[in-house]
């Protein structure tokens, strides 16, 4: 069974800082992307940023500059480094990986969510 375990949500002051974590555990073959989307109240869920098994990244033009994505492969873990935080950047959080099973089959999963608030 496929785990994505998010940490490091919480309350921050417009301008701050937040660093969240998602760690993916369980048998697998491979993670190819990775990536953070979030939901704000009556908003439909959006791409924040994602990043390949390479390296490579893609950011929301909301965020560029400000949110930073990372990951590390030896720890199947993904990275989302927020600075100067805007309370529009106020949702909840939610981790994506795009994981190839031990049968080889691609499936998406998902992480359970990790609100974050920024207050003006």
């Known amino acids: 069974q496929v785990q994505l375990v998010e940490s490091g949500g919480g309350l921050v002051q417009a301008g701050g800082s937040l660093r969240l974590s998602c760690a993916a555990s369980?048998?697998?073959?491979?993670?190819?992307?990775m990536g953070w989307y979030r939901q704000a109240p009556g908003k439909q869920r959006e791409l924040v940023a994602a990043?390949?098994?390479?390296?490579?990244?893609n950011y929301a033009d909301s965020v560029k500059g400000r949110l930073t994505i990372s990951r590390d492969n030896a720890k199947n873990t993904v990275y989302l480094q927020m600075n100067s935080l805007k309370p529009e950047d106020t949702a909840v959080y939610y981790c994506?990986?795009?994981?190839?099973?031990?049968?080889?089959?691609?499936?998406?999963?998902w992480g359970q969510g990790t609100q974050v608030t920024v207050s003006s």
């Open positions: 369980g048998s697998f073959f491979r993670i190819n992307s």
């Open positions: 994506n990986a795009e994981i190839f099973t031990l049968l080889k089959l691609r499936y998406d999963y």
């Open positions: 990043i390949t098994s390479g390296g490579s990244t």
